[in-house]
């Protein structure tokens, strides 16, 4: 019995014991058994799959070396040809293919081989191809020294890609770059694959290869470079035309002086030798712009400019050592044209004026043509077209800025009135002007326009708010931090380059839609399938009803309408729309450098038709040195005119339509269901006739009496027999009455060789006064006159900056004022001979046969007094 409980004792303590072992191996354990379990499942699985990829990225890798191009010197040592195609599909340029100034290994100055492989590839003597540390270490560079001072390829890979390979950052390419720079580590020493690299790299535009830069930039050869010239061109084929020294000097300084850092962190230079070159000015041992020596050889070196510049802001520059091919918009036909008008001293008053030009297609935004000045060539510097955005536009500013919101935001009609009369900006006492110092009274917004008056112009921008011009403007491509009632009148801190002012007019053209002005179409990589598109979208930037109200409107700047500031850009037989602009000194301006009265810097002219946009400006490459003449103001017209009766001869360019949401009352344009109210018309009393205008005027010159006769017919209103007065501009002057006269005939003696008179004749009877007949006549000089030298007082600085200087450019704002040629104010009706009479005339003046006769005209204008019409 005891034995038995014992023996149960026995056992329930032993059963005791075993649950006691069993609960503290569940207690504080217990839970993480299971847990340990599934991470040990986890890690396993991750293992796996590691090795899973692994062996597939092992896999993909090995069948992309397998296809992978076979290593040929040939292409390893010569630059990779990028093709350029026009709009029809023709290669006009092929880049790469040019003359290179090769340096062997032994001839590459150390100081110049340090500066490139701090740069590029500080471990190019220690890795096989592919370097794992420097991947790492750039990232590390780009915080330390600023973005883009390091890159992660090593010059190995940089040469296989720009050999073999297309720029596209796919897993294909990345796997063939590295196969095949391992390759070529195994095949080629270190020191040629450097020469390789040294001779092949894209450093800016067409150039190509250190040793050709050196000779380029600075006309020396490598050995004979200083430790800063060497590190800025070390720094330049991250961005080649970005760290063009000419071009852009503030950029190329800067990554100078990256390099220099570089080269001091890797212990190739010493902190004094960095610093000492540092100091340098960037400008130091460059060669001036009468020595430089063209890369190559194109006929369409603006153009091919501005696709450059469109390649690099789009960050594919250094594709082009790669080779691809370039799809642009170029039209050649309308190229030549632009560069044979571009490059004839004839068009040109003076000798040195300048000018850049842009054709943009009005309907695509598509850049069809480029003038980047007066003999451009292959790397000549600056490109007045595209890179002039330091020079104010004057009064082309007031469509976009004023009449154009008014109309969309106000829908005003284009008879709106507004009262031209004294007025100073807002919150200061200074006085805004017109040209003429007088005021009109109440005018409509289209006469306001076209006689290009100031007044007028801030008052609409002050009715349309600063706010919505601000916005208006965005719309076509300009984006402004702040805009004032000075840029009302073109006068503020807004600054536009020739093409994208024709961008910015093309909208007005095409129905209120506007597409960013663009010289590529697409770019295709060299494995020809893939491909980059560069067409940007169109977009709605005004309704369209403004833009065909501004365009009637801007139809009477360039008609015969008297006090037209654009009369010489009208082209018989094309409908045509534009504004003239031109700037202005200011009054220190004046005083510091003793500048003649008549006086600008600047001249404009921004016209379209349905078929193209096309933007012109003028002036001096010097800020100091100023227009003064009549036949300098009207030079962008003449320009406008000459190009676009050219490129339009052979098209077939519609007349602008009126949409369906424009209402025309009467000679004014209304927004629909804003026309005012119509009544029934009461029958005209005599009383409430108008007078008949002057018909048939014509103006002849008699060589013998020096004398111009003019004769014109008139139909009396009522029988009543009418006076006649007749008033003269000359050459673009402020209009001058002559006499009253009651007889149909008048003899205007003294006229002079080589000058311009336009008449105007309006018929006086019961008190009042007839639309203007006008008419104009230019006299021939009987023999040639050797070209006078431009009337301007000369600049204090010698030498003439490659860039326009405007480094002492007005502080305060400066008027837009465009002249007129009326002192009164006219009616805006002539008779249908005069317009014959002066289109005739004004295709005359475009043609070069008037070259600079009128250069001597010295004229007692005001300062403010801006815009002539020719």
Request: net charge neutral; glycine share 8%; charged share 25%.
């Amino acid at each position: 019995m005891d034995q038995q409980i014992n023996s149960r004792r026995q056992r329930k303590q032993l059963e005791e014991q075993q649950r006691k072992r069993h609960t503290k191996k569940k207690g504080p354990k217990g839970p993480k058994g299971p847990n340990r379990s599934w991470i040990k499942k986890i890690i396993i699985a991750i293992l796996a799959i590691g090795i899973a990829m692994f062996a597939i990225g092992g896999g993909v890798f090995a069948f992309y070396a397998a296809q992978a191009p076979k290593l040929d010197e040939e292409l390893l040592k010569d630059p990779v040809s990028s093709k350029f195609f026009d709009n029809n599909g023709k290669v006009f340029y092929t880049m790469g293919d040019q003359e290179r100034e090769h340096v062997a290994y032994e001839d590459i100055p150390t100081s110049m081989r340090d500066a490139i492989i701090a740069t590029e590839d500080s471990r190019f003597f220690q890795h096989h191809g592919i370097d794992f540390v420097r991947l790492g270490g750039a990232v590390l560079a780009n915080f330390r020294f600023g973005f883009g001072s390091q890159g992660g390829s090593t010059l190995t890979q940089q040469v296989i890609k720009n050999s073999f390979l297309n720029n596209g950052k796919t897993l294909k390419r990345k796997a063939q770059e590295a196969y095949l720079a391992v390759q070529l580590e195994r095949e080629y020493s270190k020191e040629e694959i450097f020469e390789m690299y040294f001779n092949k790299v894209l450093m800016s535009g067409r150039i190509y290869g250190f040793g050709t830069a050196a000779k380029f930039f600075y006309g020396k050869n490598l050995k004979d470079l200083t430790l800063a010239q060497q590190a800025l061109l070390a720094g330049m084929p991250q961005a080649p035309n970005a760290y063009n020294p000419f071009k852009n000097p503030d950029r190329a300084e800067k990554r100078r002086n990256i390099v220099l850092g570089l080269m001091y962190q890797h212990k190739k230079i010493t902190k004094e030798q960095m610093e000492a070159a540092k100091k340098v000015d960037v400008a130091e041992g460059l060669l001036p712009e009468n020595k430089r020596k063209t890369a190559s050889s194109s006929k369409y070196d603006a153009f091919i400019d501005v696709v450059l510049k469109e390649l690099e802001e789009n960050g594919d520059e250094k594709a082009l050592a790669d080779g691809v091919n370039v799809y642009t918009t170029l039209d050649t036909s309308a190229q030549k044209i632009v560069e044979k008008t571009m490059n004839n001293d004839a068009n040109f008053p003076t000798k040195d004026i300048q000018a850049g030009l842009s054709v943009i297609d009005t309907e695509t935004g598509a850049i069809v043509a480029v003038g980047g000045g007066r003999d451009y060539g292959p790397e000549r510097g600056f490109n007045y077209a595209e890179a002039l955005t330091n020079r104010q536009p004057g009064s082309t500013m007031k469509p976009l800025m004023d009449y154009g919101p008014a109309i969309e935001n106000l829908k005003w009609s284009t008879g709106q009135t507004i009262v031209d009369e004294p007025m100073t900006y807002t919150g200061t006492n200074q006085q805004i002007n017109n040209f003429d110092h007088q005021y009109k009274g109440t005018i409509t917004i289209r006469q306001a326009l076209y006689n290009s008056r100031n007044i007028p112009a801030v008052k609409t921008f002050k009715e349309v708010g600063a706010d919505k011009a601000k916005s208006f403007v965005k719309n076509l491509g300009i984006n402004a931090s702040n805009v004032t009632e000075s840029d009302a009148i073109g006068g503020g801190k807004i600054n536009l380059s020739p093409i994208e002012m024709a961008g910015a007019y093309a909208a007005f053209g095409n129905n209120g839609i506007y597409t960013k002005p663009h010289a590529i179409k697409k770019i295709v990589y060299r494995d020809g399938k893939t491909a980059k598109s560069y067409t940007p979208d169109p977009v709605p930037a005004m309704s369209d009803y403004t833009a065909y109200m501004v365009t009637d409107m801007l139809r009477d700047v360039v008609s015969s309408k008297f006090g037209a500031s654009g009369t010489a850009a009208g082209i018989a037989g094309l409908d045509v729309a534009g504004k003239t602009g031109t700037t202005n000194y200011s009054s220190d301006d004046f005083s510091k450098w003793g500048l003649p009265e008549s006086s600008v810097p600047d001249s404009w002219f921004a016209g379209y038709t349905s078929k193209y946009s096309i933007a012109v400006w003028s002036g001096y490459t010097n800020y100091k040195n100023p227009i003064t003449t009549s036949a300098e103001r009207v030079l962008p017209q003449q320009l406008f005119r000459t190009v676009m009766s050219q490129i339009s001869a052979n098209t077939e360019t519609p007349d602008f339509t009126q949409p369906n949401s424009v209402v025309r009352v009467g000679s004014e344009l209304y927004v629909k269901g804003q026309q005012p109210v119509t009544t029934k018309p009461e029958e005209t009393t005599d009383e409430e006739q108008k007078v008949n205008a002057p018909s048939g005027l014509k103006a002849t010159y008699d060589a013998n009496s020096n004398a111009i006769n003019l004769t014109w017919s008139h139909e009396a209103t009522n029988d009543e027999k009418a006076n006649f007065k007749i008033s003269v501009s000359v050459d673009g002057g402020g209009s001058q009455a002559l006499t009253e006269t009651s007889s149909n005939s008048y003899t205007y003696s003294g006229a002079e060789s080589g000058k311009t008179y336009v008449f105007s004749v309006v018929a006086i009877a019961g008190g009042k006064t007839s639309s203007a007949a006008t008419t104009s006549i230019q006299i021939q000089a009987s023999e040639p006159e050797p070209e006078p030298e431009p009337d301007v007082t000369e600049p204090d600085q010698t030498e003439t900056p490659t860039t326009p200087d405007q480094s002492e450019t007005p502080t305060t704002p400066s008027e837009g004022n465009d002249q007129d040629n009326t002192n009164t104010d006219q009616n805006d009706q002539t008779t249908e001979n005069s317009n014959q009479q002066n289109n005739q005339s004004n295709n005359g003046n475009g043609n070069g046969k008037n070259k600079a006769n009128l250069n001597s005209i010295k004229r007692n204008s005001s300062p403010e007094e801006l815009e002539s019409q020719q």
